[in-house]
């Protein structure tokens, strides 16, 4: 055996041409079906992986697939808005920790950076998904925001900077005023959706959304030409001209308040946490009885996976093709080897006239072929391991 390599050796060295044409095109036909297969299913782990983390996510009734989406990546529109009694409901309920999201607003573009969504929730969501502050601090007060790491990076901002929201309706000038929010921390990378987003607390996105506002102190010195109509006696007389603050700081959050009540306020969405497997399904069950008229409790996994087997079809017409290909590349390469021995027919009379039997030759002749192939192989997997990872933040930004 040891021979036979040694000479196998040293004929792929002497017809190294020929060698290397049959190892690279056995390279390139192995490289593209398994590069594929890997980035699949590195797409794969990457969508279901947030997923699995998330229990139950709470939305109003519609699509379970864009209340899914919303609650996990941010991305698409729910389809309505819950409020938040159903939040205090499930935390009533003892059943599971509920975390309300607002995701209905995105920040104005800032140095030629298209602008982000805002996500209004509360503190057990960082607790959720283990987000912790490297720059600057958490929430404080209203109007305050925390920074996805790609945001920061891409947008150039770092704490103390400011950032303004954008009016649904850029063309509705006496609609809802843009929020300047104050940005005191930037969060640590989570390679998720959540490093391309702009955290608030919800109330601040309650303000973003009208319901709640601040007025000027009318009684200071300070106030501008035009907005008084009259003042006499201590009795202020206001103009149009005074608007909602749009920017909250400590002199002025004193002012601000909201309107109604808290458990008519929207949500889009609602993460519940379960204590235990038991109140999962105690709290699934709930909402496939008492309260399926009222909104929809969904596993995001279940939805997801869904989703992935649907899209995920069209990975048995890759794999089709590929085993064509493969198919067809090795009859060429069968006819190449084929012709090659034609070719070396001297060298094996040679052969045989020193004594060595057919058995060697063929053993020769098979050890050639396995060596390429293994080189071929080998190449490829390396070759579609380095096009996977250098392909996995492209691939995270174009999920994410």
């Not at 490297?134 to 990076?153: F, I, K, P, Q, T």
């Not at 103390?160 to 929020?179: C, E, M, R, T, V």
């Not at 064509?324 to 090659?340: D, P, Y």
């Amino acid at each position: 055996m040891k021979n036979t390599l040694f000479l196998a050796l040293r004929s792929l060295r002497w017809y190294r041409g020929r060698a290397t044409t049959i190892v690279l095109c056995l390279t390139l036909t192995l490289w593209l079906p398994l590069t594929v297969r890997l980035l699949l299913n590195q797409f794969r782990t990457e969508i279901v992986s947030r997923a699995k983390s998330t229990p139950l996510v709470i939305g109003a009734k519609g699509s379970r697939i864009d209340l899914a989406l919303n609650a996990l990546y941010f991305d698409t529109l729910p389809p309505d808005e819950l409020t938040m009694s159903e939040s205090h409901y499930i935390q009533d309920s003892g059943f599971a920790t509920a975390m309300p999201l607002h995701v209905r607003y995105r920040t104005q573009s800032v140095n030629q950076v298209d602008g982000v969504p805002i996500v209004g929730t509360v503190l057990e969501y960082f607790e959720f998904r283990d987000m912790r502050i490297v720059r600057g601090h958490g929430l404080r007060m209203l109007g305050d925001c925390v920074l996805g790491s790609d945001v920061a990076e891409s947008m150039n901002l770092e704490p103390g900077d400011q950032i303004l929201s954008a009016p649904k309706n850029a063309f509705n000038l006496a609609g809802d005023y843009p929020l300047k929010m104050t940005i005191r921390g930037v969060l640590a990378p989570t390679h998720s959706p959540d490093d391309g987003v702009v955290f608030c607390d919800i109330r601040t996105a309650w303000i973003i959304d009208g319901i709640g506002h601040g007025h000027q102190d009318l009684s200071t010195e300070s106030v501008e030409e035009g907005v008084l109509l009259e003042k006499e006696d201590g009795q202020v007389t206001a103009s149009a001209a005074v608007l909602p603050y749009t920017e909250i700081t400590s002199e002025n959050v004193g002012s601000f308040h909201f309107h109604g009540h808290e458990a008519d306020w929207p949500v889009t969405a609602i993460i519940a946490n379960p204590d235990s497997r038991k109140h999962q399904t105690l709290l699934l069950g709930r909402y496939a009885s008492d309260r399926k008229e009222k909104a929809q409790c969904v596993r995001p996994f279940r939805v997801v996976d869904d989703l992935m087997s649907i899209v995920f079809r069209v990975e048995r017409l890759v794999q089709l093709s590929s085993l064509l290909s493969v198919c067809v590349t090795g009859l060429l390469l069968g006819l190449v080897i084929l012709l090659s021995i034609r070719l070396r027919a001297p060298e094996i009379r040679t052969m045989h006239k020193l004594g060595c039997s057919r058995g060697t030759v063929v053993s020769l002749v098979g050890t050639e072929i396995l060596l390429m192939t293994l080189c071929g192989t080998l190449l490829a997997l390396a070759a579609a391991w380095g096009c996977s990872v250098a392909a996995s933040d492209g691939l995270r930004t174009l999920l994410f």
